[in-house]
């Protein structure tokens, strides 16, 4: 049966809250599973058709707002020589959109909205994010909380700063989640060396064939690629491609779900170990059972004596002191018993913490259940006391008690 991303995160999460509350996994394992992303660009919208979203990326001062001033034909997003400039993200999209759902916890504050009326444009939100590099933290939370509802990334570096360590990390991490353009803006101090010099760094890290557009965005710009940028997102702005995008997605994710269980999964050993706990416990029941019998036969005749010559107290008074059936010994041996259980237990790398917790009642509960079970057996021995041929025995010899004097008697 094939379950939705969502379905399926949500009983993971079950499973994580009930495994955690029982023992079998750590609280932090169990929070990595029940704060599963569940953030999609689908969600920033109610069901039907959306548009795609593509998003500017990269560190300070490379050109992100200029190229999305460009796009737009005016100064939407505000750009300039002081370092982080933008510490908002800017929307630019068809007045016809609306996000339905913005993202949690973003500050309204953060966000500034440019709106166009070209129909051509109407499918797509175009956005400039601030830098992710800078010392600013709050750009990066910023940056963090946006990614999950980006489709495209629009990844821009310029002639200086394409080799940037911070940049490059992200990369690595967020490489497989969305689709990837890549932009080398300031193109006019660029040389072809540093293209190809990217173009390889960028293989590296496991884009095999990545598109690059040399843009300029500058007043006496040159021929750039930047409308062939414009093209190719303007082709990927499609139901067929925006649906392609969300599987791609949806599979992804479910892989990285499939994984983090997987990885549980390891942790509470494996189906046959468990299997063949039960006969480990009975054979270590069994020796402990031999040697509790062994320790009980001298209260057993103790108390056995007591009783015999306290017939009348029968029951109704308990063994005095010292001839306690269940005392120190039997519960240090029944301690020992579980321990060892334990240790067995971890040594076939289950987790102990839910049998810990479950022996330890049984473990305070031991004399009372044997108090009790004694209690009982003595009452049904003594509503039938000795063995069945016993019990005959004594009836046959009543019988003729009565039987053997009357045919005597008549003889
Ligand atoms: N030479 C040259 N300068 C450019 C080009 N594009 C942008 N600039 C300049 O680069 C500087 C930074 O541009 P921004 O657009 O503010 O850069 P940003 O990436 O948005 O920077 P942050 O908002 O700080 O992240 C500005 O002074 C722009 O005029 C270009 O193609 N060539
Ligand atoms: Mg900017």
Same mark, same amino acid.
């Given at each position: 049966?094939?379950?939705?991303y969502?379905?399926?995160? +949500? ?5 994580a809250?009930?495994?955690?509350a029982?023992?079998?996994i ?30 500017f990326?990269?560190?300070?001062g490379?050109g992100?707002?200029?190229?999305l ?8 997003a505000?750009?300039?020589i ?25 500050p309204?504050?953060?966000?500034k ?11 797509i939100?175009?956005m ?11 750009? &990066?939370q910023?940056?963090?909380?946006w990614?999950?509802?980006i489709?495209?990334?629009v ?19 967020e490489?497989?989640r ?13 040389? !072809? ?6 173009? *390889? ?10 598109? !690059?557009f040399k ?12 409308? &062939? ?16 995008? +969300?599987?791609r997605?949806q ?16 942790t ?12 480990l416990?009975q054979h ?40 306690t ?14 321990d ?18 479950r022996l330890a009642?049984?473990?305070? &509960? ?6 009790? *079970? ?19 025995f004594? &009836? ?6 009565? !039987?053997l ?5 008549a003889?």
């Open positions: 049966m094939a379950y939705a969502s379905e399926l995160v +949500e009983k993971a999460k079950t499973w809250e009930h495994a955690a029982l023992g079998w750590n609280q932090e394992t169990a929070k990595q599973l029940i704060e599963t992303d569940l953030r999609t660009p689908e969600t920033l919208f109610n069901n039907g058709a959306r548009p795609l979203i593509v998003a990326l990269g560190g300070s490379v992100k707002s200029s190229l001033n460009r796009l737009a034909g005016k100064a939407i505000r750009t300039g002081e370092r982080p400039t933008s510490r908002e993200v800017t929307l630019y999209h068809h007045q016809s959109v609306a996000i339905q759902n913005l993202p949690e916890q973003l309204i504050t953060q966000i909205i440019a709106q166009h009326e070209e129909e051509a444009k109407k499918n939100i175009w400039d994010m601030p830098d992710f590099d800078t010392t600013e933290q709050s750009n &990066k910023l940056v963090l909380q990614l999950p509802h489709d495209v990334l990844y821009v570096v310029s002639p200086e700063r394409y080799r940037d360590e911070k940049a490059w990390r992200l990369l690595l991490a490489g497989a969305h689709a990837w353009l890549f932009v080398l803006n300031q193109w006019d101090r660029g040389l !072809i060396e540093q293209h190809d010099d990217f173009r *390889q760094q960028l293989h590296k890290a496991g884009f095999f064939e990545p598109i !690059i843009t300029v965005c500058l007043d006496d710009r040159a021929h750039d690629e930047f409308c &062939k940028l414009e093209e190719t997102i303007g082709s990927l702005a499609t139901t067929h491609v925006l649906e392609q995008l +969300e599987c997605n599979q992804l994710r479910k892989q990285e779900l499939k994984q983090k269980l997987n990885s549980q999964l390891q509470l050993g494996s189906e046959q170990t468990c299997q063949q706990l039960p006969r416990w270590q029941w069994q020796e402990a059972c031999t040697q509790l019998q062994q320790g009980f036969s001298w209260p057993l005749q103790q108390t056995a004596v007591y009783y015999a010559q306290h017939a009348a107290d029968l029951i109704t008074h308990a063994a005095p002191n010292g001839l059936l269940w005392d120190d010994w039997a519960q240090t041996r029944f301690n020992d018993t579980l060892e259980l334990i240790l067995n237990i971890d040594h076939q790398g289950i987790p102990i913490q839910p049998f810990k917790t009642v049984i473990r305070d &509960k031991a004399a009372k259940i044997i108090q009790s *079970q004694t209690e009982l057996a003595v009452r049904q021995a003594l509503a039938n006391p000795g063995n069945a041929l016993q019990r005959v004594l &009836k046959t010899m009543r019988i003729c008690e009565i !039987i004097p009357l045919s005597a008697m003889w």
